[in-house]
């Protein structure tokens, strides 16, 4: 999920689009990297087993934190925070 696939139709409701990289999940762990950068849960970045919708989730936090900042999060090279999103441990 990213902002860029997100719309309105003509009564304000938010349709998704561009599936391009989906996967289907049957409660299952997933490991796959998979996803834009940026919008990805630090244990997929840090190339960690995960859970399907709360990285999903995830995502939808920081499509929530552009619409209402105008900015990306995680972006302050010398925060933390960037620090994890970033971490490539290959």
């Known amino acids: 999920m990213k902002l860029e696939n997100a719309f309105l139709d003509s009564n304000l409701t938010i349709k998704v ?8 999940y049957n409660n ?7 996803g834009t ?3 990805m849960a630090p244990e997929i970045n840090l190339h960690k087993t ?3 919708p709360p990285v999903d989730i ?4 920081v499509m929530l934190f552009m619409m209402a900042t105008g900015n990306q999060p995680f972006t302050k090279v010398g925060d933390g925070w960037h620090k ?4 490539n441990p290959v």
Do not use: P, Q, R, S
């Not at 689009?17 to 289907?24: E, H, P």
């Not at 994890?84 to 971490?87: A, E, F, R, T």
């Open 17 to 24: 689009a561009d599936f391009g990289l989906m996967k289907d």
């Open 28 to 34: 299952d762990v997933l490991k796959t990297k998979i």
């Open 37 to 39: 950068e940026g919008y």
């Open 50 to 52: 995960y859970d399907g």
């Open 58 to 61: 995830f995502a939808c936090g």
């Open 84 to 87: 994890l999103m970033k971490k």
